[in-house]
Each structure stands twice: as structure tokens, then as C-alpha cells.
């Protein structure tokens, strides 16, 4: 649990010091979530498969509550820094506006996507309001009632196809998801038979226009169009994040047309140490699809029935945005893991 709270608390402590004292603080949080991070996981060694048999982490729950609470006062400090009378110069301004972006991008994500999974109410609410403020709260539905049932499958939008470009993923995985999880939530309130006013997705809709108003009176249309870059750029790193753990990975159909139960060889994993301290365990994607409620801490990689990404999950993000360059890659490896997987055992 250090390593998951030193790796995330720190950069947010970074981008609230710049925010207030200016400084060598943005520049230092921009660091930090890129060469740092890339530096790191090439200089320590892997994390282990892993973690002791039996271990509990009942500090995770607390880890992912304090990561939620502070998400919101990273937004407000990094818009009044951007756009409001923060003093920053122009430089610092852009560099703790993309440092903020990162840092909702692959801090805040993964502690929503991890709160939206925990059972207590209080939690999956927080988790849902993070995604909201970053005018992504569909997310929240759309991962839990669409991805999950049918990842790996044409029925869902956030599991990319062999040879798909990443942009032209993101579009449809963008608009896909938020139909798909309107249609789901609607669906699951008739069946209750509970009014349509109950939809999460005007709590969804509400808060982004309250995080609006409030960016509004931190920056006047500066801060608004601030916000709105900021929640851009985590939403981009949220379609990178997915399209990255899914490429090409497909379940198959068994007899009488149903889909093969969702195993290991669905997601795409990596084992480098500080990104995944970075992102909660997000590059062990495959436990998280066989045992969703299990504690970030606790995602286990087994490598030999798990297919591996050749670098950092943050690196093939970086990579997904050069489409040719992303299939000459993650193409040769694909062929190698249906092969394996298509050989007798």
C-alpha cells in the first residue's frame, strides 16, 4: 500500500503546491507523470506476480476514498490556476494544466473505475460523481453494465477490434458507450419499475454543469474552456486506456451462440511496477475481468495464460496514437497469442 499511495498522493500534492506557491511545482508534476514514470518502471524491477496468499489490504478502501476526495480539489486548484488570478506565468499555467489532465487521466480514472466496483454505496456514488466532474459520468454505466457483460464481443463499444485505428475507436466507443449505457440504466429502472427521473444520468449531467458554473466563477470563459480542455484530454486517456487493454481480443462463440465465460486471455496486461502503483493496478486488467470486486492491491498476473504488452500500459497509450506504428506492434503479437491459444493442449 505505500508504494500505491506514494506513487499517486505525491503528483496531486505537486499540482496543488504549484497551484498555490507556483515555483518549480508544475514543472515538477509535468515531470513526474511523464519522464519519471518512464524512467521508474525501466529502473525498478517488476512487481511480483503476486502478492502473499491470504493478504488483506483494508487500506485500500480508505486509499481510493482520499485519491476521490482529492481529485475534486485538484480540479478546482488546477482550473483557478490555469485560467483564474493565480500569478503563474504562461509556461507554468500550460504545464500544470497538462499535469492535472494526466493526473485525471491515470489517477483519478483508476480510483473512480475502482470506486464504482466497491460495494458500499458512499463509494460507487464518489466514483460516479469523479467521472462526472470530467464530463465522462456515462462511464460509470457503461462500464459496469455493458463492458463487463460483453467485453471482448461486437456488443460492446469499448473493446477494440483487430486493425482499428485509435481514433476512429474512440469516436465509436465515445458515442457507443453513452447509448449503450443509457439504454442499460433505462432498461434496469423499467424492470424495477422506478420513474425515469431516477436516471443517473441526469445526476450525470447536473454535476457537469454545476463543475461548469464553478469553473466559470474561478476563471470567467477562460476557466470554462480550461476545464473543459482538462476533462478532454482525462477523457482521451480514458479511450487510451481501453483501447490498449482489449485490442483485438475477442471471446469466442460457443455451441447454441452464447459467449465463452470472460477469462485471463481477455485483457491485455503489463507488470511494470511504478506505472501500476501509478494507475492501481490497472495494467492487471485480466484478474480485475475475472474477479471485478476483488481489491486493486490483490490483481494477481499470471503470465503464462495472460497475454503481456511489450511496454508500460502508459507507453502503449503514447503508441496508440500512431495507428501504423501501434498495428506493426500489437499485430504480430495478437497472431502470436491466438496461435498459442488455438494450439492443442
Not at 126 to 151: D, F, K, N, P, T
Not at 257 to 267: C, D, F, I, K, Q
Not at 328 to 334: G, K, W
Amino acid at each position: 500500500m505505500i508504494w500505491f499511495a506514494g506513487a499517486t498522493l505525491l503528483p496531486m500534492a505537486m499540482v496543488l503546491a504549484g497551484a498555490v506557491w507556483g515555483g518549480p511545482w508544475p514543472y515538477a508534476a509535468l515531470t513526474y507523470m511523464t519522464v519519471l514514470s518512464f524512467v521508474m518502471d525501466r529502473l525498478i524491477a517488476a512487481a511480483p506476480d503476486a502478492p502473499e496468499e491470504g493478504a488483506e489490504f483494508p487500506a485500500a478502501p480508505r486509499l481510493l476514498a482520499l485519491l476521490g476526495l482529492l481529485h475534486f480539489a485538484v480540479l478546482v486548484a488546477a482550473v483557478w490556476a490555469v485560467a483564474g488570478q493565480s500569478g503563474l506565468s504562461w509556461p507554468a499555467r500550460l504545464c500544470l494544466g497538462i499535469a492535472a489532465g494526466l493526473i485525471f487521466g491515470q489517477i483519478a480514472h483508476p480510483a473512480a473505475h475502482e470506486l464504482i466496483h466497491k460495494r458500499p454505496r458512499a463509494l460507487r456514488l464518489l466514483g460516479r460523481l469523479v467521472y462526472s466532474s470530467l464530463l465522462i459520468g456515462h462511464h460509470a454505466s457503461a462500464h459496469l453494465l455493458v463492458h463487463h457483460a460483453h467485453v471482448g464481443s461486437d456488443r460492446d463499444p469499448s473493446s477494440a477490434r483487430r486493425g482499428e485505428g485509435f481514433y476512429r475507436f474512440a469516436l465509436r466507443a465515445g458515442f457507443g458507450g453513452a447509448r449503450a449505457g443509457w439504454h442499460a440504466e433505462t432498461a434496469m429502472l423499467r424492470r424495477a419499475g422506478r420513474p425515469l427521473w431516477r436516471h443517473p444520468y441526469l445526476l450525470y449531467v447536473a454535476v457537469g454543469l454545476g463543475c461548469g458554473c464553478i469553473a466559470a466563477a474561478l476563471g470567467g470563459i477562460g476557466g470554462v474552456l480550461g476545464y473543459v480542455a482538462m476533462c478532454l484530454y482525462a477523457q482521451m486517456q480514458i479511450q487510451m486506456s481501453d483501447y490498449v487493454q482489449h485490442y483485438g481480443l475477442r471471446r469466442r462463440r460457443l455451441e447454441g451462440g452464447a459467449l465463452e465465460p470472460v477469462g485471463p486471455g481477455h485483457s491485455w496486461n503489463a507488470p511494470q511496477r511504478f506505472s501500476s502503483a501509478l494507475t492501481l493496478n490497472a495494467p492487471r486488467h485480466s484478474h480485475h475481468h475475472v474477479s471485478p470486486g476483488t481489491d486493486f492491491p490483490a490483481l494477481r498476473l499470471e503470465r503464462g495464460h495472460m497475454p503481456m504488452l511489450p511496454y508500460p500500459l502508459p507507453a502503449m497509450a503514447a503508441l496508440s496514437l500512431v495507428p501504423p506504428l501501434w498495428r506493426r506492434v500489437m499485430d504480430r503479437r495478437l497472431d502470436r497469442w491466438e496461435a498459442r491459444q488455438a494450439a492443442p493442449r
